[in-house]
């Protein structure tokens, strides 16, 4: 999944972002860490471009293609 930073900072409902940010969580990814992204992964969903809905279809429309379901 891919989400921006700042999307990331607004959806956390236990301020760990804030806390990272005042220097109480150390190493804390995106922060403190780096974040890295995978190289190549199987699915990739941008949840901050799209609805709950939209992202669920296309985890949904990924496994039926390589029929897991």
């Not at 959806?11 to 990814?29: C, M, Q, S, V």
């Not at 699915?43 to 039926?64: F, M």
């Amino acid at each position: 999944m891919v989400c921006s930073l700042e999307e990331c900072e607004k959806r956390d409902p236990k301020g760990l972002y804030k806390r990272a940010r005042i220097g109480e969580i150390k190493n804390f990814t995106g922060i403190s860490a780096p974040y890295e992204e995978p190289m190549s992964p199987e699915i990739l969903i941008e949840t901050d471009k799209i609805t709950v809905e939209e992202a669920a279809d296309q985890i949904y429309q990924y496994l039926k293609e390589k029929r897991v379901i």
